[in-house]
């Protein structure tokens, strides 16, 4: 056999699982968005799955997804980017990296039930805030407004470990030749940080903003276990509510125009990221 169909044999099951796994769901879904049917078959072709979803309950879970996306982000991207700064040169920067990797390792029901022990209404975070003097919260009930940062909380607290490794890859890439010659120039920590660090890491931080995104904006397993949406919907997101429509009231079709949008969200999220940050 000539070598260069090597390559093909090797490349097939990849693009078998692809094929299979992936596009074909993704079409046979939005196929399904456009029927009346409540089953798997095909029913009458009609736009009313997508006419539900101008519903005020819909665009509360759209407004809750973008506040979740848009929070874990702000706080993923530079607490994980001043951790591998802080660990980079350490001696004990091993030991550091894998504590905080660890998160990433555990199972995302494991961390939702972690952290629904911490911040239920006798966990631990409320036993550390009242050394301080600090009255106990209902982080996860009550009127729903500390539910949203808990659950950001949460969900970045597992995922800043694996962009921290992220960053130090690209911090270890950088030339040492250039801040050596910052330095015989004059510059200081802060200059090389803005002028070097910064600019080295452009393609890193393009990589985090859009992994973070998609990975915040397909997360399933902690809302479902930490909040189930709750309290008053105020944590229902867009992943979540497409799991509840399919599964839990079995309208197969409206949970496949919600699949739509956010598998569009998900393009178009990281079509503008690359956009602005290449």
Known sequence: MKKKYWGYIFYAPALLHI???RIYPTINTAILSFYDSQQLAMGNFTLSNYQRLLSPRFLQVIWNTFYYVLGGVIIIVPISLIIALLIKNSKFSGLFKTSFFYPYTMAMVAVAIIWGFGFRQDGFVNEFLSFFGIAPKNWLGGAGHLAMPVLIFATAWRYWGYFTLIYLSGLEAIPAELYEAAKIDGANSLQSFINITLPQLRPIFSFVLVMSSVELL?????????TGGGPYNQTMILSLDVYRQGFYYFNV???SAEAVVLISFAIIISIFQYRITR
């Open 218 to 226: 397909r997360q399933f397993a902690i809302p479902n276990v930490l």
């Open 253 to 255: 079709n409206v949970a």
């Open 19 to 21: 094929l299979i796994f």
